[in-house]
Nanobody, 124 residues
Framework: QVQLVESGGGSVQAGGSLRLSCAAS????????MGWFRQAPGKEREVVST????????DYAASVKGRFTISRDNAKSTVYLQMNSLKPEDTAVYYC?????????????????WGQGTQVTVSS
């Protein structure tokens, strides 16, 4: 059983930055593709960014490309999301997720374990 715990959320003004962390335990982190997803009030959960188990392949949603950076530290079993130039439309609960088998994909249903989420609020 894989446990994922997100941290680093908070409230910032537009243009600010936040760094989210997701600590994994209970599995073999270095073999898992990881992803960050978000869900805004009244909207469906959507993909933000994904990273392969080795960190060599990274994908981003068009809405965050150039502003967000995903990375991972397999020695610490942690995946990060650096968010710069934040906009009010980035306001959401952010979740990390782990995929046990296969490469990183942008599909929510491909991920097997999910964290509880961390709130990010961006004010204008």
């Amino acid at each position: 059983q894989v446990q994922l715990v997100e941290s680093g959320g908070g409230s910032v003004q537009a243009g600010g930055s936040l760094r989210l962390s997701c600590a994994a335990s209970g599995g073999t982190f270095s073999r898992n593709a990881m992803g960050w997803f978000r869900q805004a009030p009244g909207k469906e959960r959507e993909v933000v960014s994904t990273i392969s188990f080795g960190g060599h392949t990274r994908d981003y949603a068009a809405s965050v490309k150039g502003r967000f950076t995903i990375s991972r530290d397999n020695a610490k079993s942690t995946v990060y999301l650096q968010m710069n130039s934040l906009k009010p439309e980035d306001t959401a609960v952010y979740y990390c997720a782990a995929r046990l088998w296969g490469g990183a994909t942008m599909g929510l249903n491909d991920y097997d374990y999910w964290g509880q989420g961390t709130q990010v609020t961006v004010s204008s």
